[in-house]
């Protein structure tokens, strides 16, 4: 029998493995669905998928672009999740006890496997997170998407950018160390001075008098039990707010006609058409979320809604455009953090000793703006007082501007662009010349006669009349509501970093100013 010729039959090696690993019931009993690759499939995938279904089908092209959200948002969540990781894993080997805290720390960085690398992301995460909410904050603001019905997720922000804070600051005890006592305690000394409650208060953080055990054991449940928690719950309200609220408000694009009178009590339209409004699944409408379109005050022209057609077409499946997106911040923000954590170790100076105070004891830099307004005024008033009014200024925001033209547009108008930037330069002269005055001259030298002047009348005169003199400076503009609050809200910015940059850079022994090249060692606020 002759040799039979047989045609050569090229083996798909990696389509068998592909077919063997995934063409079985337990692989189809985890992952129920074939990769999507049609456009019905990948719309069908979103609401099928646990870890997919908070997204709608699909998503305007307007609030994806980078130059609208620049990630922020999204940074935040991974910086989150990148800390809770990273701290689960510190927790193996960090015991929250006076003695031994510190040693645990140090074991970590010296002799752990990838324990410092670790211990750095954590730490840079903290400030990067702090950070990052700041900034994702003042996104939210300029680009108007506080407005309604995206209210009270702004006031669920605020209450995120707190925990944030209050998250960091917790942690920042734990390595027990001479950095990290004295800023807990010059931190807490601040809320004692609340009128009435302040040393309740102190005692309440701290569990004691002074910082020690009971603070080390308290700071450590806060931090690693319940902040978290609050935050996990927190954010996963927020995105719920973000879907029910018809997305990002630059989904809702209003044709320009509309925008003079786009008032309270009109409705923004939803921003994704095919995510049917709620009540088509027999839940009840979110206010504002609805489809309807801006009802125009009696006797106004119909409002041309040509722009809202058009914006509405452009919408982009979730799957591939958001997730891509999506991942690629996941991985930008990892790849940031880790090179960052190699090139800078977190710091960890001498173990705590009460006995020693550090010359310049500094609150952590998020604070230090605080500590930096403590020294120009009395301290209930820049401890207690300030930051309480503009936390509830903030949460209160929303409800002050309630023209809902312009959101989801940076600035919305050229006039907002200009009335901000006279804002930054007039606040940051004045804050500038304010912090030298004190400084060299001294308002307690000129007026230190009673105590109340140098303390209150003058601070909060100075505070209100250079308040008074911006509006009066805007008036010839004509400025809107919004613009107005524009004006404050970057005033506020600007006077709480150049604070934290003067308490963290400038400020050297005795809290004196300095060069930032003469700062003793240990100096600086982080
Ligand atoms: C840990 C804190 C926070 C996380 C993880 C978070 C996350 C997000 C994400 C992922 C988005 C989608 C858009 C984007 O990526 O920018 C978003 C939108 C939004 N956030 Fe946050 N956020 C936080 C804190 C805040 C703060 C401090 C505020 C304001 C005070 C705020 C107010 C809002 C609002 C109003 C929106 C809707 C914006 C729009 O419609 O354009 N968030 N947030």
Do not use: C
Not at 279 to 302: I, K, V
């Amino acid at each position: 029998m002759g040799l039979r010729e047989v045609e050569w039959q090229p083996i798909d090696l990696p389509t068998r493995l592909v077919a063997l690993i995934t063409n079985n019931r337990v692989w189809r009993s985890v992952f129920r669905f074939a990769y999507p690759s049609s456009d019905k499939t990948r719309a069908l995938i979103i609401p099928a998928v646990f870890f997919l279904h908070i997204h709608p089908l699909k998503v305007s092209a307007r609030s994806i672009r980078l130059t609208y959200t620049w990630g922020l948002g999204l940074f935040l969540f991974f910086l989150f999740g990148i800390e809770t990781v990273t701290g689960i894993l510190l927790a193996f080997v960090y015991v929250p006890d006076v003695g031994r805290a510190y040693q645990d720390v140090e074991t970590m960085s010296t002799t752990v496997a990838f324990g410092a690398l670790l211990r750095n992301i954590h730490r840079w995460g903290a400030h990067l997170m702090v950070l990052a909410v700041f900034l994702h904050m003042m996104r939210v603001f300029y680009t108007g998407a506080y407005k309604r019905p995206r209210e009270f997720n702004w006031v669920i922000g605020v209450m995120l950018l707190l925990l944030t804070l209050a998250l960091s600051f917790t942690g920042y005890l734990l390595p027990w160390d001479q950095l990290s006592f004295w800023a807990i305690t010059v931190s807490t000394n601040l809320a004692g001075y609340a009128p009435f409650i302040g040393e309740s208060l102190r005692v309440l953080i701290l569990g004691a008098k002074e910082v020690g055990q009971e603070a080390l054991i308290r700071f450590y449940v806060l931090h690693v039990m319940l902040l978290p928690l609050l935050m996990s719950v927190l954010i996963g309200f927020h995105f719920w707010r973000i879907r029910k609220d018809g997305g990002l408000a630059a989904s809702n694009p209003l044709p320009r006609g509309a925008q003079a009178v786009r008032r309270e009590g009109a409705e923004a339209p939803a921003a994704e058409e095919d995510d049917p409004p709620e009540s088509a699944e027999g839940t009840l409408p979110m206010p504002g979320a609805g489809a309807r379109q801006p009802e125009a005050p009696a006797g106004a022209r119909a409002v041309p809604t040509a722009r809202v057609a058009v914006a509405r077409k452009q919408t982009l499946s979730t799957w591939p455009n958001l997730l891509i997106l999506e991942i690629i911040a996941g991985l930008f923000i990892t790849a940031v953090l880790v090179l960052m954590s190699m090139a800078v170790d977190a710091p960890l100076r001498d173990l705590a000793n009460p006995d020693v105070t550090e010359n310049p004891a500094k609150a952590p830099w998020y604070f230090v703006n605080l500590q930096e307004l403590l020294l120009h005024m009395d301290a209930a008033l820049a401890g207690v007082w300030i930051p309480a009014l503009l936390v509830l200024a903030l949460m209160a925001l929303p409800y002050v501007d309630r023209d809902l033209s312009h959101a989801g547009e940076w600035f919305g108008t050229r006039k907002a662009l200009i009335i901000t930037i006279w804002s930054a330069v007039y606040t940051a002269v004045w804050t500038t010349a304010l912090i030298v005055f004190d400084e060299k001259v001294g308002v307690r030298s000129i007026i230190g006669d009673p105590a109340i002047m140098p303390n209150w009348v003058i601070p909060v005169g100075v505070m209100v009349g250079l308040s008074a003199i911006l509006y009066v400076s805007i008036l010839p503009l004509r400025p809107s509501r919004r613009e107005v609050l524009m004006a404050y809200f970057t005033a506020f910015i600007v006077v709480y970093a150049q604070l934290t940059l003067v308490g963290s850079f400038f400020r050297g022994i005795g809290m004196h100013l300095v060069e930032p090249w003469n700062l003793p060692p240990g100096g600086l606020s982080f």
